[in-house]
């Protein structure tokens, strides 16, 4: 199964749009497309590496967690503007706990040095994105956030 997945691109817009099935393999062939693309190919390293880190936990958590029960796809709209990289992911799986985002804790280290199977995903999500925010409109979940995506500076 070769990533020959196309990615809506609009270059006036800036702005680049992929529809995906929710499984494993069709988020990670989806992240290579967005990534293979000169707009996310022209951020700096650092805001790169932040991009897919949060990006892969967000549509891994759907895969996992909205789509348990059903098959889906999943909507990703990216976007540059002057404060960052502007995300929103829709899907049409199983509505967030109570309607809201996890709180983002980590879960607990244990002592011996073992660390958790999960409990990062919102954590990082959360410490990494700016304007986080979620709804549900009708049948669909709506996930937005803004990544800094400018080179931090050095000193």
């Known amino acids: ?5 196309p990615v809506d691109l609009s270059p006036a817009e800036g ?16 992240l ?5 693309t000169l707009l996310l190919r022209s951020l700096p390293e650092e805001g790169r590496g932040t991009a897919e880190l949060v990006l892969a936990e967000a549509l891994n958590n759907i895969v996992e967690h909205a789509y348990a029960r059903h098959s889906g796809e999943i ?13 929103r992911i829709a899907d049409t799986g199983l509505p967030m706990p ?19 199977e999960g409990g990062f995903g ?11 925010d979620y709804r549900r409109e009708g049948m ?3 996930l937005s ?3 800094d995506t400018k080179q931090s500076d050095p000193r």
């Open 145 to 147: 956030f803004r990544l």
């Open 122 to 132: 919102w954590f990082l999500i959360r410490s990494l994105s700016q304007d986080l």
């Open 15 to 30: 702005t680049l749009r992929l529809t995906i099935p929710g499984d494993p393999v069709a988020v990670r062939e989806g």
């Open 1 to 5: 199964m070769g990533c020959a997945m």
């Open 140 to 142: 669909r979940n709506l």
């Open 75 to 87: 909507e990703v709209t990216l976007a540059l503007d002057p404060q960052g990289l502007v995300c």
């Open 98 to 116: 109570e309607g809201k985002l996890p709180g983002g804790e980590l879960a607990p280290i244990d002592p011996t040095g073992d660390l958790p």
């Open 32 to 36: 290579q497309a967005l990534f293979g």
